[in-house]
């Protein structure tokens, strides 16, 4: 018999924090059925071994249905959350990183407002953050719910208006497992990637404007200290993917979405050569009409940054999104 709600926790070196992570689990204040998945992912630190002993104390099953699962190798992120999507039995998803954790109301708020709306396809709350860096974590622009296909499908592709994670979200499960919305694997950034996907086929969203989910900066976390190569794979691997997925509903919002990551790319110069980024460009610009290429051309023919270059950014978005 399924759960109401399946939380997957991919665990890799996080010996320090996995306790509290699943004691806020443990601590939800809630009578729906959850199960927590925790996803060995093969560390080298002592943080399974933790979690372990947590579950095996672990008294009050009724309430938390703990498990987990046990990966032949390390596969990284993505791939822990597919082990996890794959043996999970719950209406809704919820991801939760191991080294962050969640508020006692947290599932209990976010199943309500599902519930009130007549189910959703998703539902993002807010984050507790520990600084001002990821502004977008804090704040939103989205109404409690909608079934407009129009606004939700450009909200998600929108940093601005919905924080792109997968994490701190209720995700109906059958929305991922009937539309192959599976993690690509073997990249950072993947929930950009992700979020590109997802945007194709969510109907019905709510957003809950609660902060119910602890993100915490862990030193040395990739957001920190960027690798050239990994970030090189990631972003010439998302544009590429999301320029041969590009729909005609909502197109412009698409074409946004992946000029902004293709100027993060030029800004912080995440290639190997200059040869690389005009393929990946050029690659891009195929799926322009002429006065968006016109731009393109201005963009990365002017100083970064210059009036000229944010006069025309800011341009080609507006006619993305006319």
């Given at each position: 018999?399924?759960?109401?709600?399946?939380?997957?926790?991919?665990?890799?070196?996080?010996?320090?924090?996995?306790?509290?992570?699943?004691?806020?689990?443990?601590?939800?204040?809630?009578?729906?059925?959850?199960?927590?998945?925790?996803?060995?992912?093969?560390?080298?630190?002592?943080?399974?071994?933790?979690?372990?002993e947590?579950?095996?104390?672990?008294?009050d099953?009724?309430?938390?249905?703990?498990?987990?699962?046990?990966?032949?190798?390390?596969?990284?992120?993505?791939?822990?959350?597919?082990?996890?999507?794959?043996?999970?039995?719950?209406?809704?998803?919820?991801?939760?990183?191991?080294?962050?954790?969640?508020?006692?109301?947290?599932?209990?708020?976010?199943?309500?407002?599902?519930?009130?709306?007549?189910?959703?396809?998703?539902?993002?709350?807010?984050?507790?953050?520990?600084?001002?860096?990821?502004?977008?974590?804090?704040?939103?622009?989205?109404?409690e719910f909608?079934?407009?296909?129009?606004?939700?499908?450009?909200?998600?592709?929108?940093?601005?208006?919905?924080?792109?994670?997968?994490?701190?979200?209720?995700?109906?499960?059958?929305?991922?497992?009937?539309?192959?919305?599976?993690?690509?694997?073997?990249?950072?950034?993947?929930?950009?990637?992700?979020?590109?996907?997802?945007?194709?086929?969510?109907?019905?969203?709510?957003?809950?404007?609660?902060?119910?989910?602890?993100?915490?900066?862990?030193?040395?976390?990739?957001?920190?200290?960027?690798?050239?190569?990994?970030?090189s794979?990631?972003?010439?691997t998302?544009?590429?993917?999301?320029?041969?997925?590009?729909?005609?509903?909502?197109?412009?919002?698409?074409?946004?979405?992946?000029?902004?990551?293709?100027?993060?790319?030029?800004?912080n110069?995440?290639?190997?050569?200059?040869k690389?980024?005009?393929?990946?460009?050029?690659?891009?610009?195929?799926?322009?009409?002429?006065?968006?290429?016109?731009?393109?051309?201005?963009?990365?023919?002017?100083k970064?940054d210059?009036?000229?270059?944010?006069?025309?950014v800011?341009?080609?978005?507006?006619?993305?999104?006319?």
């Amino acid at each position: 018999m399924g759960h109401r709600v399946s939380v997957i926790i991919p665990v890799y070196n996080v010996e320090h924090y996995i306790v509290e992570c699943l004691r806020s689990v443990s601590a939800q204040k809630t009578g729906a059925d959850i199960e927590c998945i925790i996803v060995d992912d093969k560390g080298t630190d002592k943080s399974i071994h933790i979690a372990e002993e947590y579950v095996a104390t672990y008294k009050d099953c009724t309430k938390v249905d703990f498990r987990i699962i046990y990966r032949e190798r390390n596969g990284g992120l993505s791939a822990a959350r597919n082990t996890g999507i794959k043996a999970a039995t719950g209406e809704y998803l919820y991801f939760l990183d191991s080294d962050d954790t969640i508020v006692p109301q947290c599932i209990e708020t976010l199943l309500n407002i599902a519930d009130k709306h007549g189910g959703v396809d998703l539902l993002p709350a807010l984050y507790i953050r520990e600084n001002n860096d990821m502004e977008q974590f804090g704040c939103h622009s989205f109404p409690e719910f909608s079934d407009d296909r129009s606004l939700i499908k450009r909200s998600l592709l929108d940093y601005d208006k919905i924080p792109v994670t997968a994490a701190n979200r209720l995700i109906r499960r059958e929305l991922i497992t009937e539309n192959n919305l599976f993690f690509k694997e073997g990249i950072i950034h993947e929930d950009n990637y992700w979020s590109f996907f997802l945007a194709k086929y969510v109907k019905r969203m709510a957003f809950c404007a609660e902060k119910l989910y602890y993100y915490r900066e862990t030193p040395g976390s990739i957001t920190k200290e960027p690798n050239i190569e990994k970030e090189s794979y990631a972003f010439s691997t998302i544009i590429k993917d999301c320029c041969d997925n590009i729909d005609d509903y909502e197109k412009g919002a698409q074409k946004r979405f992946i000029l902004l990551h293709l100027l993060t790319m030029y800004a912080n110069k995440y290639y190997h050569s200059t040869k690389d980024f005009e393929k990946i460009k050029q690659y891009f610009g195929t799926h322009n009409c002429l006065i968006e290429k016109l731009l393109l051309y201005i963009i990365f023919h002017v100083k970064l940054d210059s009036l000229t270059y944010r006069k025309a950014v800011n341009l080609i978005q507006r006619l993305y999104l006319l």
